[in-house]
């Protein structure tokens, strides 16, 4: 019953009306004057910003701030892959033989979230991770590794919620929201997919790295609210490192897997 309600509402306020309203919202002058309570609200480090935060222009700006060089320090080992943004861990495991991940209880599908059948047999029994971004977290995208981009595109319309409400009685959100997808080949031939997912009813995701050639740890891109990101990784190619537990908190740099 939960579900169905919220599901009900969530629909009745997703619209283009609402969207294009909190959009404006967010990217006007007057949200500005939110700007310091909402950082000191969600206790955000003010010091890792390469910018004033007297200088953000709005919500917007701020939410898709930079941070100062080297707040951030890359893992740089050869074998370890490194988290692409700061977030929660949301959910982590192998994907099963049927090409099915489980998140918050709901079992998601390889050709849902992807949407293509010649991409997902190369994932089946290999391991995925759910990243979810709160809007109180840096929203900037970095590569996990080196790669070569070998294919991108997009899928879905609209985005619905990706925090605790939304992937717990949401219409899994994950692989049904607006969301880029990357997929990167290694030098060894292995393949990652990055997902980027949107959210908060605005499909806000922004390339910055337009090219083929990702370097580990080297900006790509930004979300302007709370978002998810899904890494998938082909099996036996990477072991999870001991921070990745569920619920812990991670920074773009930190190691999040190992190369078998």
Known sequence: ????????????????????????????????????????????????FSRDIKSYKS???????QLKENVRPINRRNDMFISPV????ESFGQIDKEAIFTVKG??????????????????????????????ANYHRIHSPLDGTVIRQYILGN?????????????????SKNFRMISELQYQNNKHVTLVKVGAMFVNSITLTNVTTTWKKGEE???????????LLFEESFISFTENIKKGHNVKMGEPIAIML
Not at 220 to 230: K, L, N, Q, R, Y
């Open 106 to 135: 709901k079992p998601y599908t390889l050709i849902d979230l992807l949407g293509n059948e010649q991409v997902i047999d190369k994932y089946k029994n290999g391991n995925y991770i759910v990243f979810y971004l709160s809007p």
């Open 220 to 230: 790509i891109g930004f979300f302007g609210f709370g978002s998810t990101v899904v």
């Open 158 to 174: 609209k985005s619905y919620p990706v925090n605790q409400l939304g992937l717990t009685f949401g219409k899994k959100p994950i």
């Open 86 to 89: 700061d977030a929660k861990v």
């Open 1 to 48: 019953m939960k579900e169905k309600i919220y599901q009900s509402l969530i629909e009745l306020t997703n619209g283009p009306y609402s969207s294009l309203m909190l959009k404006k919202f967010v990217t006007s002058r007057i949200s500005k004057n939110l700007i310091k309570n909402y950082s000191k609200v969600y206790d955000i480090n003010v010091n890792e």
């Open 59 to 65: 919500l917007q700006d701020f939410f898709t701030r």
